[in-house]
């Protein structure tokens, strides 16, 4: 494996990390602000996988020979360092899936059609990512629950007291975004998972967006779940998490069936295999495990202090100088934000502007951003979203600044 760059850590230290950025789209240097749907991942990341299928490939938990231990082995190692990550108390805490929407569903499954029933209530938020609104639907749909929804204000952060408002003793899910991906908003979830409790709710929060961003320690946020991906972080698509509390998690139904899940198989009864692998059926994304794990030590050698300082600086800078452009309105304008700006342009649709952006080399999203009743919320059909991570730079800032200029020019 790589050497990861040593401190004191450089933005173009951390840079030159990531093959990527040195590339040209359109003839011009990269300047990648689509973080939020997927951050680009470092040599060190690349290299794990690379490794992994030269010097390992072999299914796991299952093999007597060598290969089969050194997979099992690693992969075990990555779900310790994911404990380590997010500060569970035991491995049994931590399921791989697919990904965060794989880890809703598991727990809309596996959670909603034991626990929630005719009558019962969860809550959601208008900030929420369909993934995080579609699974409660049907699981309303199918047991006889009720979906309710916590208001924003137009600044896009939640109205807490609408939310204190919908709690009550038939409230048994509350599940909530942590950091918006559409504006950035971050929620309060400290007082949320607090207030949840008292009603004996339960509460699983997206970390999706929260996850690359801040150090997330679920003890002390006391949460229930925590879904996140690992294509989020640095890490290889394919690949997620769900933490859970251990007493819930084994409370609950057993989600896909098939190999690694079961204890013992007859024809008559099968009983099913314990945490962490009671929901983690067939062979497993152990590639995905392994360089998720490279991820992980990649984002502790840059350190959160300066990923949260670089950010702050990306997002102070970015909003004061998207603000100076005539016509430009931020859409998400929360007291508490991630490095996330969401834009309009006069009236321009935002796919124009994205794609005058696109032969500049500047890579941001346009769209609903999978929030749809976000958008309807704001009156707006998407936006145009520039979100920014450790490794992007002031110089980006003024591209894409540039760049939006230019866009108001050719489209005016
Ligand atoms: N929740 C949030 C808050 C997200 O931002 C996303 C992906 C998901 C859930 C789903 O994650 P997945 O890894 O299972 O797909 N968000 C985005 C985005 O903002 N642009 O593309 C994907």
Known sequence: MSEISTSPITIEQVRADFPILSREVNGRSLVYFDNAATSQKPRYVLNAIEDYYKKINANVHRGVHHLSQRATDEYEEAREAVKRFINAKSIKEINFTKGTTESINLV??????KFIGKGDEIIISTLEHHSNIVPW??????????????????KGEIDIDAYENLLSEKTKLVSIVYISNSLGTINPVNAIIEKAHEVGAKVLLDGAQAIPHQAVNVQALDCDFLAFSSHKMCGPTGMG???????????MLPYQAGGEMIKEVTFEKTTYNALPFKFEAGTPNIAGGIALMAAIEYLEKVGWEFIENQEQMLLDYATQQLSNIEGLRIVGTAENKASVVSFLLGDHHPYDVGVILDQLGIAVRTG????????????IEGTCRASFTFYNTKEEIDALVKGVERANRMLS
């Open 108 to 113: 809309a499954h596996s959670f909603g059609r």
């Open 241 to 251: 998490i769900l933490y859970g509390k251990e007493n819930i998690l084994e409370e």
């Open 137 to 154: 639907q049907i699981l309303c749909e199918e047991v006889g629950a009720t979906l309710k929804i916590i208001p924003v204000n137009e």
């Open 368 to 379: 609903h951003h999978c929030c749809q009743p976000l958008m309807k919320r704001l009156g």
